[in-house]
């Protein structure tokens, strides 16, 4: 999935097809350790959920606005929109200190110390190709284009939600413990 999701235009196919990625990282804990893997399986989903609500948030607030050009030049319509789903993106890509990090960190250890290096190994790998294509969406929103001059508008309650999940997938990924 990670492999066709690199050659996804449209967004909410390439956040369709990582779904079944992380799925895969799930069921990876789940083979590792089933009775171990509880733990880390919910936090698994419960940091995965708080990105998957966001992200998908972000792109029902665009695909509202009618952006013909998607996610480019996103960032200077509404810097709200592109940091929440910047945020999301890192997230499920997998890089400190959100939550999406320490879910694969704690799946890929159990994994390791229950002797499944082979798929560890092929787990890193798939998530290192996610990297690229949610870095890609990163670029987009960033990147200058004078096609996207109005600003999208947000409702207030949208905002209090974006900047709350955003909240809580840093919060998750700064206390793991918690």
């Not at 390439?14 to 009775?35: E, K």
């Not at 999301?88 to 890929?108: D, E, N, R």
């Not at 560890?120 to 960033?142: H, K, P, Q």
């Amino acid at each position: 999935p990670n492999v066709t999701a690199v050659f996804q235009n449209n967004v909410k196919r390439m956040l369709a097809y990582s779904s079944v990625g992380h799925v895969g990282y799930m069921l990876l804990a789940f083979v590792a350790n089933g009775q171990q893997s509880v733990g880390i399986i919910f936090f698994y989903l419960v940091s995965y959920s708080l990105t998957t609500v966001a992200s998908f948030t972000v792109l029902h607030e665009v695909e509202k606005a009618r952006q013909p050009n998607g996610f480019e030049g996103l960032y200077k319509q509404s810097p709200l929109l592109a940091i929440t789903m910047t945020v999301c993106m890192l997230s499920l890509a997998g890089i400190p200190p959100l939550a999406g990090f320490f879910g694969k960190y704690l799946v890929f250890s159990l994994a390791l110390d229950n002797g499944l290096v082979g798929s560890v190994i092929i787990a890193v790998v798939t998530s290192l190709i996610g990297v690229f294509y949610y870095f890609r969406v990163i670029i987009a929103m960033y990147k200058d284009n004078p096609g996207n001059t109005h600003r999208i508008s947000v409702s207030f309650g949208t905002t209090i939600l974006l900047l709350l999940l955003c909240a809580l997938i840093f919060i998750i990924g700064l206390f793991p413990g918690i």
